[in-house]
């Protein structure tokens, strides 16, 4: 197992990471949530090898990164900030950007600000917009069981938010589109922790699962579609809340590439490992040169 270990940036902030194989080429995994740890992602540490370094970070306020006093400091954009930072720190000459789920948003924002200091972007489960976000938890809640809508209209209008009734519900709603295909709890899944307070600043403040009021709530890098120039790969599961922002992606982007994993939704790296490893190698092989 890789060791873990602290990158010091700029402003004297620290963040943990792992790394894995030793380059000139570097693959930057960005981890979603947001605020959750890089654990469910350490499959990607078996694409390392001597010609490709992996590195996944816990980014700000997740596991004993630095973290910010004020909750208005959790942003896509300081979080693009902090990538950009960690790139200099660790010397990265040769970047690939990976961003998983709310990870893309930071990737894409990286994109908009830095592309000069990017070999390729890679958009893993993951959406362009917060107004995307909010079409994705519509479209699983009109999935959901009548009395299943009555029971969260409820517990929606009494505030419970934090109760474990509620939390069980909107996971019960989701699931179809986040885990359906995961048997048990994955081991990687099972290390991985949530900072609730860095989920709550960018995406919801009161805890509805189901808006998008935080940080991220005016949020769009859809703008920044047709100025990426960079080779991209966008890879989502078929039945992925976030399907059809990933071929807008497609549509838009117009280097980039679409790979769509049959038999997977929004953890399609936990669900179709073999698969969806293979798809970020192959496309990795072709814009490294092998």
Not at 136 to 158: E, K
Not at 179 to 196: E, I, S, V, Y
Not at 259 to 271: D, G, Q, W
Request: proline share 4%; glycine share 8%.
């Amino acid at each position: 197992m890789a060791r873990l270990r602290r990158v010091t940036v700029a402003g004297g902030r620290s963040f943990e990471y792992v790394s894995q194989g030793t380059g000139p080429a570097t693959l930057l995994v960005h981890p979603g949530g947001p605020g959750l740890t890089y654990h469910y992602l350490r499959g990607f540490l078996k694409l390392a090898n001597a010609n490709l370094r992996v590195v996944l970070f816990n980014p700000r306020g997740v596991g004993h990164s630095w973290a910010p006093k004020r909750d208005a400091e959790y942003t896509v954009q300081n979080m693009a900030e902090d990538v950009e930072a960690i790139r200099r720190a660790l010397r990265i000459t040769e970047l690939h950007l990976l961003g998983f789920s709310a990870g893309g948003f930071v990737a894409l924002e990286y994109v908009h600000r830095y592309e000069k200091h990017l070999t390729s972007l890679l958009l893993c489960a993951t959406a362009g917009s917060a107004e995307e976000i909010r079409q994705a938890s519509r479209m699983a809640l009109g999935t959901a069981s009548p009395a299943q809508r009555v029971r969260l209209r409820d517990l929606t209008r009494a505030k419970s938010f934090s109760s474990r009734e509620y939390q069980e519900l909107s996971d019960k709603i989701f699931r179809p589109f986040q885990t359906r295909f995961l048997r048990g709890t994955h081991p990687d899944w099972k290390a991985t922790k949530l900072n609730r307070t860095v989920y709550r600043a960018m995406v919801t403040r009161s805890g509805d699962e189901f808006t998008v009021d935080g940080t991220l709530a005016k949020w769009d890098g859809r703008k920044y579609y047709s100025k990426i120039e960079v080779p991209t790969l966008v890879v989502v599961g078929r039945y992925d809340f976030f399907l059809e922002p990933s071929m807008e992606m497609n549509d838009r982007i117009e280097p980039a590439h679409l790979r769509v994993l049959p038999r997977s939704s929004h953890m399609a790296i936990l669900e179709q490992p073999r698969e969806f490893l293979g798809t970020v190698r192959e496309f990795l092989l072709d814009v490294t040169g092998g």
